[in-house]
């Protein structure tokens, strides 16, 4: 499946451009399309921090709407959690837009 | 009422919006926190505009780094306080204008008292700290913040509206590690004149608010874009479980 992703502010030099397109395998995720993006350690640096975890302030929206929203949508199965379908495990689908901020802050 | 230099002076906008929306604007009472960079555009256009009383809150001192940006400042400027040197300034643009200025550091503890009874805030601090205790004194006093920042070539801007749009935290729930941003001097020109044009159509009533809507400004390859915005159910700041 393909997926759009946009870049704003500094990540369009970080990831040279206002967007690109991403084959990924079905099934995958925001986490999938990160790992697949930040294929250098700059880049990686940038939207991970040491643990392997997403820097906090990074705003990521899949077709206009804030992945951290979606967090906490669980699918149970006979009353246990079995999946997260928010946050950066948020699922992807083919044609799917995903936008990627950076913080800018300056005044 | 407009006094015959004032109707004069305003001729070019009243023919938009008419005496009526001149004497809005006279009435309005506009708090811009910061003096730097988004202060300078915002106060200048606001001042011009002809806003009735302009109250700035800033704590530092003009230095020659600031003076690619900061356009209320001169060169003789580097050494006194930034307030001192933009009441100057913007009294000598329309000696129509009330500008009051205020040296402190906005905190959670004096930000009520500095607001007082204006009408509405504009953010055009340099670190997010300080724009969440601004964003939370708009939610508790439900008047508008005008939201604004810049890095280097790119900028954003935002209308929140208590109660009806997402607030900044909403948009922004962490902080940001404090850094020390590369700015354009262009680029607080373009953001800060488009968040004095929010205030202006705010206090008039006119055209559409960048109501949930972050408008992102990127002046190296001359694009604007529009990013849709929602309240967070569950925000700190104004969520039915947060504040």
């Known amino acids: 499946m393909k997926v759009k992703v946009k870049f704003f502010a500094t990540f369009r030099e970080l990831f040279g451009g206002e967007a690109k397109e991403v084959e990924l395998g079905s099934g995958s995720n925001i986490q999938d399309l990160l790992n697949l993006l930040c294929d250098s350690r700059q880049r990686r640096q940038e939207i991970f921090d040491r643990s392997g975890k997403l820097r906090p302030y990074i705003k990521i929206l899949k077709n206009g709407r804030d992945i951290k929203f979606l967090e906490g949508v669980r699918i149970e199965l006979e009353g246990e959690p079995i999946q997260f379908l928010g946050g950066i495990h948020a699922k992807l689908a083919d044609g799917d837009m995903v936008a990627i901020f950076p913080p800018v802050g300056g005044g | ?243």
């Open chain 2, 1 to 243: 009422m407009l006094t015959k230099d004032e109707v004069k002076r305003y001729e070019r906008q009243i023919s938009i919006f008419g005496e009526e929306g001149q004497r809005k604007l006279k009435k309005a009472k506009v708090f811009i926190a910061g003096a730097g960079g988004l202060g300078s555009s915002i106060s200048i256009y606001l001042t011009v505009a002809g806003i009735g009383k302009l109250r700035m809150v800033d704590n530092d001192i003009v230095a020659l780094e600031n003076l690619n940006r900061q356009i209320l400042h001169r060169d003789n400027d580097i050494g006194k306080k930034k307030l001192e040197s933009a009441e100057e300034k913007l009294k000598k643009m329309n000696s129509n204008v009330e500008v009051e200025v205020i040296f402190e550091t906005i905190n959670i503890g004096n930000i009520d008292e500095l607001v007082g009874d204006f009408d509405m805030i504009v953010d055009a601090m340099d670190n997010f700290a300080t724009r969440y205790v601004l964003n939370k004194t708009a939610l508790m006093r439900k008047i508008p913040l005008f939201h604004g920042a810049v890095h280097g070539f790119y900028g954003q801007a935002t209308t929140i509206i208590p109660g009806k749009t997402a607030c900044l935290r909403c948009i922004f729930p962490e902080v940001p590690p404090p850094t020390v941003p590369p700015v354009v001097g262009v680029t607080p020109g373009v953001v800060g004149c488009i968040q004095a044009t929010e205030v202006i159509k705010y206090i008039l009533g006119i055209g559409d608010l960048l109501e949930n809507r972050l408008l992102m400004w990127d002046g190296l390859n001359a694009v604007m874009d529009e990013v849709p915005l929602e309240k967070n159910p569950r925000c700190e700041d104004c969520g039915k479980e947060g504040g």
